[in-house]
């Protein structure tokens, strides 16, 4: 009797993983089927190390799309042997696998070797042969009729030749789907009840430069092997997105690749894109962790990253990895302190977590402490709380003359959060020197508590009505 395929209900996501030997194009289509470039693509093969994942809608269904590391021959404690352990991992959790091979090179040994591994693993194969473009790549596609794994379907990711028979073909095999009946409560309704949406995730994005434990920190949060790690510095090619749940709800954590100075840098190397997608996930994100090997204290590029997050208005929290190797922690914690204290003044008060990553110590304080930087980087401040302060700080100094004349300054409001951004009026407001204004930041900081997050600080001078008949 035939098995039937497991049935889908309660909003899980079917799971369709791509796989095959490397550089046959996973990537690529990978970035097809999600719609929008979110894996690195390049010639070279191994690109793809960590497994990354996607929603992706294919023909009216929702499924999680996995881009796995390519399928090799390698001894399990190598970094090869590692990636292969994780395309296993993936495999092992699909409804649906993608084998791909790539048409033009014809079945190789390796296609052959995984195909048998494939069809031991009981779980549901599409076959593709990629790079079937012209009449040539689909007459090659027919090779891969020897592999067993029945009817290649021939495409072309690079070109988009095929998706759309893909597409059908992935919805046909997947496992079918069994909504949930509504309850009584969302068949009847409420009326003029408001929709109240569920808020987003809170957005994590964990950086740093490379071989600070990113990855291993990233993997005991989860608590498990989910990023490739190991002693060679640089593993991590690109930024892999995951969920994470505590008791205060979900957290969309981002590992990045390590960032380097830009010198090092090879403007044509696979590690330039590497870069570009951190800074575009640090961007994204709404509280950055900046991991910092404690062993070696704080570096001028660890410094780099943190002013490029204070600019791009995101909190921080500085993560001291390694604590366990840090033979004197007093002077450690000490000396960070100072190199922060007077490297970062914009991010006066930033909170600081030491931990060990590879032991798992200390690193339960790590999403608490996030958490409350999240809540500090959202705070408003009551206008009228504001402007008792704002007359308590011009009594205490005056602000100074500009050109002999001297700044009038009426009230502040402010206009928003995430950060804490407010705007200043007066006559000529916006004449006032940058110490003043570190004054005004300085002491909005310490009376309304918004340690360690950046604070925008606005300048609006109120226009003359005489000024242009003059």
């Known amino acids: 009797m035939a098995k039937l395929p497991p049935v889908l209900t309660g909003g899980a996501l079917p799971v369709v993983v791509i796989a095959g030997r490397p550089n046959v194009g996973k990537s690529t289509l990978f970035n097809r089927l999600v719609g929008r470039r979110q894996a690195l693509v390049a010639d070279t093969p191994g690109v793809t190390r960590d497994r990354k994942e996607a929603e992706a809608q294919l023909r009216g269904r929702t499924v999680r799309l996995v881009d796995t590391a390519g399928l ?13 352990a994780s395309s296993e991992s993936a495999v092992a959790q699909a409804d649906l696998v993608l084998f791909c091979i790539d048409a033009r090179a014809g079945i190789t040994p390796a296609d052959s070797h995984f195909a048998v591994w494939l069809r031991r693993q009981g779980r549901p194969v599409l076959l593709i042969a990629n790079k079937s473009e012209g009449r040539q790549g689909a007459a090659a596609a027919m090779e891969a009729y020897a592999l067993g794994l029945g009817t290649p379907l021939a495409i072309s990711a690079e070109h988009g030749e095929g998706l759309s ?3 059908g073909e992935i919805a046909d095999r997947l496992p079918p789907e069994v909504r949930e009946a509504p309850s009584e409560h969302e068949i009847i309704g ?12 809170l957005r994590l994005a964990i950086v740093g430069r490379p071989n ?16 490739i790690t190991g002693p060679e510095p640089g593993l991590t090619r690109d930024s892999v997105t995951v969920m994470l749940h505590d008791d205060q709800g979900p957290i969309q954590l981002v590992d990045t690749a390590g960032l380097r100075r830009k010198a090092r840098i090879d403007d044509a190397s696979l590690e330039k894109m590497s870069v570009s997608a951190s800074i575009e996930a640090l961007k994204m994100a709404e509280v950055v ?18 002013r490029l997050i204070e600019r791009e208005g995101r909190c921080c929290v500085l993560a001291l990895n390694k604590w366990d190797a840090v033979e004197d922690r007093i002077a450690t914690r000490q000396a960070i302190s100072d190199r922060i204290e007077t490297s970062l003044a914009q991010m006066r008060g930033i909170p600081v977590v030491s931990f060990s990553a590879l032991t798992g110590a200390g690193v339960q304080k790590l999403l608490p402490v996030v958490r409350r930087a999240h809540d500090v980087w959202n705070r408003r401040v009551p206008t009228g709380a504001l402007n008792r302060w704002f ?15 001297r700044l009038k300054l009426r009230y502040m409001t402010q206009a928003k959060a995430r950060p804490p951004t407010f705007i200043l009026f ?40 005489f000024a242009e008949k003059e």
């Open 190 to 201: 409420t009326e003029g009840e408001e929709d109240e949406r569920p808020a987003g995730p």
């Open 426 to 465: 007066g006559t000529r407001a916006e004449l006032l020197p940058e110490d003043y204004q570190r004054y005004l930041v300085n002491g909005l900081r310490e009376t309304f508590d918004l340690p360690g997050t950046p604070i925008r600080l606005l300048l609006r001078g109120t226009r003359n009505p």
């Open 165 to 167: 028979d893909l597409m």
């Open 391 to 405: 007359e308590t700080m011009l009594e205490r100094h005056s602000p100074p003359l500009v050109g002999g004349r």
């Open 72 to 84: 090799e021959e390698a001894a399990p404690d190598t970094l090869y042997g590692r990636m292969r």
């Open 212 to 227: 600070a434990g990113k990855s291993t920190l990233l993997n005991r949060l989860l608590g498990e092997e989910r990023m």
């Open 289 to 306: 962790v900046l991991a910092l090997d404690a062993t070696l204290g704080v570096h001028e590029q660890d410094l780099q990253i943190a």
